[in-house]
């Protein structure tokens, strides 16, 4: 059996940014600088991508109507699927997000929306490693981070989309928040360790 909830604490800035991540969804009113934007998204390009597609394209928000517009069409959308659906889970959720002070991207000061381009070869697959690479730069440069999902809704809203400059074809996958946590180092939920189904050693 392999233990994994004994390893040692992390012994490089690479390890400590990957284990300190966390979720922040509490954000001062401070905004993020245009100098700061551009080495999250030279971060998010660094990343693989399948045939060197290199498929996602940026849309950054700072502008907090925007995002209000942007949050209240989603939790409209979310509410509307919720029911056509019997599924218990969805009901819940949009539930929760109809609730008239939520804001599914919690007030931060900025969003980056990640899109794929039509030519992508795995668009889920580069983009969502561009997102992880731009929320790790994050946490080195002092920023908090939160993908969010419930955002995704809004790809379906045409007009919106024109609005954000975004081409037709392109398909939104990483919807990211960022802004300088309000709180010091927050807690994230424990980790389940017992993951590994097999370890084959060489015999
Ligand atoms: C694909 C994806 C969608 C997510 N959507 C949301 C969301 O809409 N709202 C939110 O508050 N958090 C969202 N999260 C964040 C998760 O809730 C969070 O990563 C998880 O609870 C683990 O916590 P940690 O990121 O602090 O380790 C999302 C994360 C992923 C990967």
């Not at 390009?45 to 394209?57: F, G, H, M």
């Not at 942007?70 to 409209?76: F, G, Q, W």
């Not at 959720?93 to 992508?120: C, E, R, T």
């Not at 002092?142 to 919106?160: H, K």
């Amino acid at each position: 059996m392999i233990d994994l909830s004994s390893c040692e604490e992390p012994e490089n800035d690479v390890l400590r940014a990957i284990f300190e991540r966390r979720s922040v969804r509490d954000y001062k009113d401070e905004p993020v600088s245009d100098d700061l934007i551009r080495k999250l998204i030279r971060a998010g390009v660094q990343a693989p991508s399948a045939a060197n597609k290199q498929p996602w394209r940026f849309v950054v928000v700072k502008d907090k109507q925007v995002m209000k517009r942007l949050s209240d069409k989603a939790k409209e959308l979310w509410v509307e699927e919720s029911r056509k659906s019997s599924n218990p889970d969805l009901i819940r959720m949009a539930q929760m997000v109809s609730l008239p002070d939520f804001n599914i991207f919690f007030d931060a000061p900025l969003l980056i929306m990640i899109f794929s381009h039509p030519d992508a070869f795995s668009p889920h697959y580069d983009c969502s490693l561009a997102a992880g690479n731009m929320m790790l730069a994050a946490g080195s440069l002092g920023l908090g981070s939160c993908w969010i999902g419930l955002a995704a809704p809004v790809e379906r809203v045409a007009t919106m989309m024109r609005e954000l400059g975004v081409p037709e074809g392109h398909r939104l996958i990483a919807p990211l928040i960022f802004g300088y946590p309000a709180k010091e180092r927050q807690k994230g939920p424990e980790r389940n360790m017992d993951v590994i189904l097999k370890w084959i050693e060489q015999v």
